[in-house]
């Protein structure tokens, strides 16, 4: 199957058209050893402030999983799906094996070479995929130390100086919802903005073109695309409106780019309408759903922060093919939410109950952030209290979940979770 090629399949097993609908279906990645392979003079190249303490972070997002189970939701993991992938075939194997070598950073033929003989002793493909999420030591594949090999392959090429580690990790992977995302039937399978979060979506590629299930599922956006896009930044507002954030991590360009796909590509994509929110360039506001999320059919939560310098875009089909309209969209955020949404009006709930110093706190632990799993239940982070106070007053149930050290990574739990179905809105 051509990786390239934009597909459509109206019988595609993905169905997501909104952020509130019945959820019914999401997947997650367990955190697993990547974490443990977090050298701390390496935490900025890594994304990451600081070191999760993995037993905890693993209890915490076993208890986020257990949440969503009781809710009827089926739980789907990554390291799972690609497992059933290369279980397809010998040859999908060996093809993911040098894709992934390919883009691990890697100098040289003499690193690779004992980097691949390792990787191919390992006969279980859950093993298998889980170590290519780990990364790779010295110690796991014994590659020998000489003054002649030193340049021709231990070291990365995205490290300054040797490391134990041969090829890093990957420790963002716990948050699901930025390799790629589901948009009604089919998927952005995005060319991510760093190069240690773009080889996540590699796993992406995998699963929907190879998994028994997913295979042949419509792609919307491709991995290989020349702009950068992030799952975070893209919001399903109904099944004919999606809105996406101009942000750190989204060009704008990119943003044009899909809306060529959906609005002009292969048949399948039912999305007319594309909302570009230019928000601020910074860590805090990383993506999107840092900033607002919905959360019911007429609510949203939302940082106080972004609400005096917003800047709206409107993207539609142009009469002649391939042409894209764009328009720039005036008013308040309750007022352009409302109007998309055909609604008298929005409630916006603030981050830290409007407070600056809660607000700010509290969006550094994305109380922004969280997880619809039907309309006003929402899945939020323990630690926000003074945000989960406000929503609670404001009606919404509230499924708690632990955050001590998941928090660490800097995502909530819309971005540990991406949706594969949920039922239509009525």
Not at 167 to 185: E, K
């Amino acid at each position: 199957m051509d990786d390239d090629k934009i597909l459509s399949n109206e019988t595609s097993p993905l169905h997501v058209t909104s952020e509130i609908g019945n959820l019914k279906s999401v997947l997650l990645h367990r955190p697993g050893d990547e974490l443990l392979n977090l050298p701390p003079n390496d935490l900025e190249r890594l994304l990451f402030d600081d070191v999760p303490f993995l037993d905890v972070a693993q209890q915490e997002h076993d208890t986020f999983a257990e949440i969503l189970r009781e809710q009827g939701v089926e739980v789907l993991y990554v390291e799972k799906l690609m497992a059933e992938a290369l279980d397809t075939s010998d040859e999908v194997r060996e093809k993911f094996v040098e894709q992934w070598l390919n883009e691990s950073g890697l100098l040289g033929d003499f690193a690779r070479r004992y980097v691949h003989e390792y990787l191919e002793s390992i006969t279980d493909n859950l093993e298998l995929v889980k170590k290519t999420m780990a990364g790779i030591t010295r110690n796991d594949c014994q590659i020998p130390v000489t003054a002649s090999h030193t340049l021709q392959g231990i070291v990365s090429a995205n490290q300054d100086s040797e490391s134990e580690l041969v090829i890093d990790p990957m420790p963002n992977l716990y948050f699901t919802r930025d390799p790629f995302a589901v948009v009604g039937g089919g998927v952005n399978i995005n060319r991510m903005l760093t190069e240690t979060r773009n080889r996540e979506t590699i796993y992406g590629q995998f699963i929907f073109n190879h998994h028994p299930k997913f295979a042949g599922t419509p792609f919307w956006y491709k991995r290989k695309s020349a702009f950068h896009t992030e799952g975070g930044d893209v919001l399903n507002l109904n099944s004919h409106a999606l809105a996406v954030g101009i942000s750190q991590r989204t060009e704008a360009a990119a943003i044009d780019l899909m809306a060529h796909h959906m609005f002009w590509g292969e048949k399948g994509c039912r999305i007319k309408e594309i909302y570009a929110f230019n928000i601020p360039v910074s860590r805090a506001f990383m993506h999107l759903d840092t900033v607002f999320t919905q959360i019911d059919v007429d609510k949203f939560t939302v940082h106080p922060g972004i609400l005096s310098s917003l800047q709206v875009f409107k993207l539609t089909p142009g009469t002649k093919k391939n042409e894209v309209n764009i328009t720039e969209m005036y008013g308040k955020l309750e007022e352009i939410l409302a109007n998309i949404l055909d609604l008298d009006q929005i409630t916006l709930i603030p981050c830290g109950a409007g407070d600056p110093i809660a607000a700010a706190r509290e969006q550094w632990n994305d109380g922004s952030n969280t997880l619809c799993v039907r309309p006003g239940t929402v899945c939020v982070y323990q630690r926000n209290n003074v945000t989960n106070a406000a929503l609670e007053k404001a009606g919404l149930n509230l499924l708690v979940v632990p955050s001590a050290e998941l928090s660490r990574g800097r995502g909530g739990p819309r971005c540990m979770s991406m949706p594969f179905v949920r039922e239509d809105v009525d």
